[in-house]
């Protein structure tokens, strides 16, 4: 099985930045995702990280250590439109289970004035 | 601009009554999954399928809920009998077995089952 912890709720100021933790134990690990999901919204794609480092696009990166079982979604600039949850999501290797992401409950991100 | 879509977007319905929700997944994508979103326990995994065979449905209440996929275009989750705790939002999303295998959402069935 697998257990994703993220922190329930943070605030942040515009135009700050903001890093949001995930941590995760997994009997398998083969890739972590980061998903945005508005209020009444879809969840939609951020990004993805399978091997250590750092992943960048635009205002948004991920940074994945696969040893400590740790990831963060680093957030630039912030906007207003930037509030909004944010997934952490663990895919497991091999079998049946490789098609599908256990999702952590979420960080409820708000950008204040 | 390829999406998911699902419908209905909301149903309300009374305790004891059959529900069933459709999801028409992104043309050429192979797999589908349901998923059921709460405050309390987040977005939860009820069942997926690749190829439209299903692969796994452990999160799913088997004596009331049944997912299936009658055709590459279509997925439906029935629930039948509703019950207040089913009130929940209900998210199809679809994916393919290669590249970063991520997942594209549908808007989702907000249900309220009274």
């Known amino acids: 099985g697998q257990n994703i912890d993220q922190p329930t709720e943070m605030t942040a100021t515009e135009g700050a930045i903001v890093q949001i933790n995930c941590t995760y134990q997994t009997s398998g690990f083969n890739g972590l995702f980061w998903y945005q999901q508005h209020a009444g919204e879809a969840p939609t794609f951020l990004s993805y990280?399978?091997?250590?480092g750092l992943e960048e696009k635009g205002r948004f990166s991920s940074f994945l250590s696969r040893s400590k079982g740790y990831s963060y979604l680093l957030l630039k600039e912030l906007q207003m439109k930037d509030s909004a949850s944010y997934l952490c999501?663990?895919?497991?290797?091999?079998?049946?289970?490789?098609?599908?992401?256990?999702f952590g409950k979420g960080t409820k991100l708000s950008v204040i004035p | 601009d390829a999406r998911v879509t699902q419908t209905p977007r909301h149903k309300v319905t009374e305790m004891g009554q059959e529900v069933t929700m459709r999801c028409q997944p992104i043309l050429g994508h192979n797999t589908v999954f349901w998923y059921r979103q709460t405050m309390m326990q987040g977005l939860e995994l009820l069942a997926y399928?690749?190829?439209?065979?299903?692969?796994?449905d452990s999160g799913m209440p088997k004596d009331r809920f049944s997912a299936e996929m009658p055709d590459a275009t279509l997925a439906t989750l029935k629930i039948q009998p509703s019950e207040p705790r089913d009130s929940a939002v209900y998210f199809c999303?679809?994916?393919?077995?290669?590249?970063?295998?991520?997942?594209?959402f549908g808007p989702g069935t907000r249900l309220t089952v009274t």
């Open positions: 999303a679809s994916g393919l077995t290669s590249g970063r295998y991520e997942q594209y």
């Open positions: 999501a663990v895919r497991d290797r091999g079998g049946a289970g490789s098609y599908q992401l256990t």
């Open positions: 399928f690749r190829n439209r065979a299903p692969l796994d």
């Open positions: 990280n399978v091997l250590d």
